[in-house]
């Protein structure tokens, strides 16, 4: 009942920058931590960046310095700002949420289905 639709991915050469974005529908009484995951052929899915409902923000080493993740609350939409980017991030990029649908109810993860990011000359 919660859908994640992720947008903005493509072909960019290395040193560009692309803007992906999140957008979450459905029935939502809170969308709490949200992220981004990617996955390069032949490797396991890692984390990239998460950031909480408050603003908290993490990411992974390899791209500090380089990657903003933000969110618009009244939008229910995360972005991922992806600056100086190496062929190395080339990967499909997931967006994930954690979501509570009432006030009754649990906190449930919820996965998109990825956007391509190609990194080449």
Known sequence: QVQLVE????????G???RLSC???GSIFNLNTMGWYHQAPGK???LVATITRSGSTNYADSVKGRF?????NAKNTVYLQMN???PEDTAVYY???D???TFYSRNVNYWGRGTQVTVSS
């Not at 947008?7 to 290395?14: E, F």
């Not at 903003?68 to 618009?72: E, G, K, V």
Request: aromatic share 0%; hydrophobic share 25%.
């Open 7 to 14: 947008s903005g991915g493509g072909l960019v050469q290395p």
């Open 16 to 18: 560009g920058s692309l």
């Open 23 to 25: 957008a979450a529908s």
């Open 44 to 46: 396991q899915r890692e």
């Open 68 to 72: 903003t993740i933000s969110r618009d």
């Open 84 to 86: 100086s980017l190496k």
């Open 95 to 97: 967006c994930n949420a």
């Open 99 to 101: 979501t509570q649908r």
